[in-house]
């Protein structure tokens, strides 16, 4: 997203470090751990037992390989609805109102000066918390409230899967001046299981067959040639 200015306050530079935290971890990211570790410290926004937590996260990042560190966030963020950073997913899901939402979210971006790169989406969280650090503190925490419903539905499902990024929507709580309780969200299958393709002819299923339940042998046979007049089954003359 590309900026005509960006807000200075302590309050928008540690929106910024915690969008960057939640941003994917590839090399360029990871390169800056120890800076954005350095910058959030210094902002003194935030309380020392959420520093801690999001200490143990930058922790985790820098101790991971990078291969292993970017498959572990396309599986927490890209694998289900619970823990999607998409906002409009916790919202309207796939229905046809998530088109105009996301218009209607561009057009509040460009009215404050910001646009868009190609390929990001207005609702993914990193962009939203971009925005926010545009403006002054006030502002910023009421935006934050209006989304807190989806930031704790967040929270609540990074916390069932044991993350260290729960720590993060945890400090989006915080700065948005609302609890951070644990809230029921739906146990939802793996992906892969929601768009596994159904077995073949019901998983070779022996229902509806001459011996239900038990072992069905598959044969092939070669057909033999029907028999011509005057001969036989072995084409002998009769």
């Known amino acids: 997203m590309s900026t005509h200015a960006l807000h200075s306050s302590p309050f928008a530079a540690t929106l910024r470090v915690l969008a960057h935290l939640l941003d994917y971890p590839d090399a360029a990211l990871r390169e800056h ?4 570790r350095a910058a959030l410290h210094a902002q003194r926004t935030l309380g020392a ?3 801690a937590e999001i200490d143990a996260l930058f922790d985790q990042l820098l101790d991971a390989s990078g291969l292993d560190a ?15 950073l998409h906002l409009f997913e916790h919202v309207h899901g796939d229905s046809r109102d998530r088109g105009p939402a996301m218009i209607d979210l561009i057009k509040t971006y460009e009215e404050a000066g910001l646009y868009l790169a190609s390929g990001e989406l207005p609702d993914h969280l990193t962009v939203a918390l971009e925005y926010a650090s545009t403006q002054p503190p006030g502002p910023a925490a009421d935006f934050l409230r209006e989304i807190a419903h989806i930031l ?4 609540s499902a990074l916390t069932r899967r044991e993350s260290a990024y729960a720590g993060v ?10 609890p951070t309780k644990i809230v029921e969200v739906p ?11 159904p077995a073949a002819f019901g998983g070779c299923s022996s229902d509806g067959q001459r011996s239900p339940g038990e072992p069905q042998p598959v044969r092939i046979v070669k057909a033999s040639r029907q028999s011509q007049p005057g001969q036989s089954a072995h084409g002998a003359s009769t």
Do not use: H, K, Q
């Not at 599986?75 to 999607?84: E, I, K």
């Open 187 to 197: 146990v939802e299958p793996n992906l892969d299981e929601t768009w596994s393709e």
């Open 33 to 36: 751990l120890p800076d954005l």
């Open 49 to 51: 037992e959420r520093l």
């Open 70 to 84: 970017e498959a572990a966030y396309v599986d927490l963020f890209d694998r289900g609805r619970g823990t999607a």
């Open 152 to 155: 704790r539905n967040i929270f």
């Open 169 to 178: 929507l945890a400090a989006l709580l915080d700065l948005a001046g609302e």
